[in-house]
């Protein structure tokens, strides 16, 4: 059976998704990812027998640009070090500490459109994903609080109410991350398997405010399992 797509407009004060060719500063795109959209839908209704196919993404408000500078580190941490001894200190300026400038957006608002899939597991009817996810939207309930593109952009969600409208813009955007492909765990975890992260990238394009996510880049990602929507 089909279903119509899932909805939700997000927005939020600031707003980063970098561009990855930037190597030490960030820029962000004009617009929000594939990647982020699913990560926000992740963050309302998350289960390990499901998961999101982005479709279109709706840029509802004009692209502001802002310029900040922030205190960042240069290395990165991780549990072995920690036992040697080797930790980061954040506030170290003469090791770790470093300033980094941001290219963001400011003031963004955007219409997600998805489907959700079950996992060839899933012994539940979908239609009951879909009432959950729905429920949680309404309610504002997520398991932590969504963002745009870094963690302290935080971002607020909810229904759409039928009067959005993207913004007459029209632009290439160039080679965009689509998401990260990796390999499903078999050890009974959840999540990626270590080490087997491959970053796969398309050429966008933002068509009158929205942005059409190419559905047969899904089926790269080894982690993506069409089953029945």
């Given amino acids: 059976m089909q279903y119509p797509a899932l909805e939700v407009v997000v927005w939020g004060e600031r707003a980063c998704f970098t561009r990855p060719e930037m190597k030490v500063e960030r820029v962000s795109y004009p617009v929000m990812t594939p990647s982020a959209a699913r990560g926000i839908l992740e963050a309302i209704y998350w289960k390990p027998e499901v998961y999101y196919q982005i479709l279109e993404i709706w840029s509802l408000k ?32 003469d090791r770790y500490r470093t300033q980094r400038a941001t290219l963001g957006l400011r003031e963004v608002r955007y219409l997600i459109k998805a489907d959700i899939y079950q ?45 959005e409208k993207p913004i007459e813009a029209t632009e290439d955007l160039g080679r965009m991350l689509f998401d990260i492909d990796f390999d499903p765990r078999k050890d009974g975890k959840t999540g990626p398997a270590p080490g087997t992260g491959i970053p796969i990238f398309f050429s966008a394009r933002l068509e009158k405010g929205i942005l059409h996510i190419p559905q047969e880049y899904y089926q790269q990602l080894r982690w993506s399992r069409k089953e029945s929507k």
């Fill in 62 to 93: 004009k692209v502001e640009w802002f310029s900040i500078k922030r205190n960042e580190v240069s290395g990165k941490g991780s549990y072995s070090a920690a036992q040697d001894g080797k930790v980061i200190i954040a506030d170290d300026p």
């Fill in 119 to 163: 996992r060839e597991h899933d012994d539940k009817d979908i239609a009951g994903h879909r009432a959950i996810f729905h429920r949680r939207v309404e309610k504002g309930a997520c398991f932590h609080q969504p963002s745009l593109g870094c963690r302290e952009f935080s971002a607020d969600f909810a229904p759409p109410d039928g009067s």
